[in-house]
C-alpha cells in the first residue's frame, strides 16, 4: 500500500485568528533574490525536496553536497504550504500565509536567500484549507485572474522563485462553493504563466485540477516546469503532456520511505530517462544515509551533511 499523500500537521493553517492574508495588489519587493554562485558541475535529474516548515527549517535543503565534486544536492526547494483560504465575506478566494510560512517570508534574507545563492531555487506550495476554495473552482476567470495576481505578486515580493500547486484539502462545497468545474484551473494557470513567464509553476499531481488541463482548446500543460508523482514509496508517471526531463514518477519520503526503494526508485529514474527526483519532509537531522541512497543512483556519489 502507498503511503497515503503526505501526513501534515494542519493546526496552524487552520487557525483563523491567525490570519496574514497578503494584501492585493501588493507588489513592494522585501528583497530581490540574490545572484547566485556559479553552481558546481552536477550532471543528473533535478532533485526536489519539499519542507514542512510548520516542524522544519528552509535551510536543511542546502545542507548537502555530494562527496565527489561538492556540488548542492537539491536543486529545488519547496516551502510547504501556504493555502488557498476562502472568504466568506467576499465570496473570493484568498492566499493565506500561517506564521510559520509567514515567518519564512518574512525572513526571507536569512531562510531563502542563503538557498539561492547556493543555486537552489525556492518555489512556495499552494494548498487547500478545507474552506472550499479550491484551483478547479473560481466562478469566473476573473476570480482565476485575480487570484494568479495574488500569487504572482507574492513571488515578486518576496523573491521566489515559482510556484507549486497541490490540489488536497479544498473541500470542495464548503462554505456554499462550487464543485470543480472545467475552466477555472486553465484560466488560473494561464494567467500566472502570463504574469510570471520566467519562473517556475510546478504540479504535485493530484486533486480535481490536476485532471483539467484543457479547455476551450487551450492545453496548459506546457505552461509547467514539472509535475510530480504524490504518493511517496511509489512510482507512477504523472498524466501530464511534458517531456520526461520534466516529470517525477518517483516520490519518496526522507526517513520513512525505506533506503532500498528510494535506491531503486532513483535507478529507474535514471534507467527510464526521467529528469527529476521528488523527496518530501526533508527535517533538521543527519539524513545522509537516506539521501546517499538516491545520490548513488542518480549522481554517482555520497552525499555529505553539514550541520
Known sequence: MFTPVRSRVRTAALALSALA????????????????????????????????????????????????????????????????????????????????????????????????QKGIKVVLSVLGNHQGAGFANFPSQQAASTYAKQLSDTVAKYGLDGIDFDDEYADYGNNGTAQPNASSFVYLVSALRANMPDKIISLYNIGPAASRLSYGGVDVSSKFDYAWNPYYGSWQVPGIALPKSKLSPAAVQIGATSQSTVAALAARTVSEGYGVYLTYNLDGADRSADVSAFTRELYGSDAHYTP
Do not use: C, H, W
Not at 28 to 52: D, F, I, M, R
Not at 70 to 99: C, E, H, M, R
Open 21 to 116: 492574508a497578503l494584501a492585493l495588489g501588493t507588489t513592494v519587493t522585501t528583497g530581490a533574490a540574490a545572484a547566485p554562485a556559479p553552481a558546481l558541475a552536477k550532471q543528473g535529474p533535478t532533485s526536489v525536496a519539499y519542507v514542512e516548515v510548520n516542524n522544519n527549517s528552509m535551510l536543511n535543503v542546502g545542507k548537502y553536497t555530494l562527496t565527489n565534486g561538492g556540488a548542492q544536492v537539491f536543486d529545488v526547494a519547496v516551502i510547504f504550504a501556504a493555502n488557498i483560504n476562502y472568504n466568506t465575506s467576499t465570496k473570493a478566494a484568498t492566499l493565506y500565509f500561517n506564521p510559520n510560512v509567514q515567518s519564512v517570508l518574512d525572513n526571507a534574507a536569512t531562510q531563502i536567500r542563503p538557498l539561492q
